[in-house]
């Protein structure tokens, strides 16, 4: 089921973005079974909000043999979780400050590896979401840029959350805007857009997302 569900949502992406858009399962709560059967069905790109989790997940499905593929940290990374994060998943996609950025890249320094990140932009000022506002954006990515140990290439936001479907898509028109506006100043690299979740992955593509975070879509609603 899950395996027919995601090959489902993978056509429907695929028309939508013109083939643009890869789908990043979000894999909270669900067990290393289930993430089993999406990889095998053609899943490639695995994102956990918890650590713990991430790190028995990737140890359970490379005792399974899992296909190859990459895993995110879409969750909000603490200082003391820095290790384990960067040592199992091979991008950090809610970077938002440059002390959270400093502590990867010591950590990553230390281990002797190189991270990708992206920013995490609180796209809509949302009080309840983490992010740098888009207004500090690009003086924190001149900042990242300097460190060693990290590789910036994309931005991620989760838009606003609200109905007003005009107001959801002008937060992702704010994150592409600056992803934009980073490759004009030079950084070409910068060119993913992690952008849309299951109920608004649609009004993301319009606006330039080339990964979309979903969960329910594929796994099922969590218990």
């Not at 949502?9 to 979000?26: C, F, M, P, Y």
């Not at 010591?106 to 809509?124: E, K, P, W």
Request: with cysteine; net charge negative; glycine share 8%.
């Amino acid at each position: 089921m899950i395996g027919e569900l995601f090959q489902r949502l993978k056509a429907e992406v695929d028309e939508a973005s013109g083939g643009r858009t890869r789908i990043l399962l979000a894999a909270k709560h669900q067990s290393p079974e289930a993430v089993l059967e999406a990889l095998t069905a053609g899943a490639t790109l695995i994102g956990h909000n918890i650590i713990q989790q991430l790190t028995a997940s990737e140890e359970a499905l490379r005792e399974m043999g899992a296909p190859e593929h990459e895993t995110h940290v879409i969750g909000h990374v603490q200082s003391n979780k820095a290790r384990p994060a960067l040592i199992d998943a091979g991008t950090i996609e809610t970077v938002d400050s440059l002390k959270t950025a400093r502590r990867l890249n010591t950590v990553a320094g230390d281990l002797g590896l190189t991270r990708i990140i992206y920013l995490q932009i609180n796209s809509s000022n949302a009080p309840s979401q983490f992010g740098v506002a888009p207004e500090d954006t690009l003086e924190l990515a001149e900042q990242i840029f300097a460190l060693p140990h990290l590789t910036l290439t994309g931005l991620m936001s989760i838009g606003a959350n609200t109905p007003d479907e005009q107001a959801v898509r002008e937060s992702f028109a704010t994150t592409r805007k600056l992803a934009e506006q980073l490759r004009a100043e030079g950084h070409v690299g910068c060119r993913e857009l992690s952008m849309g979740m299951s109920g608004d992955w649609r009004i993301a593509i319009d606006e330039g997302s080339t990964i979309i975070r979903v969960g329910r879509q594929v796994f099922g609603e969590r218990d």
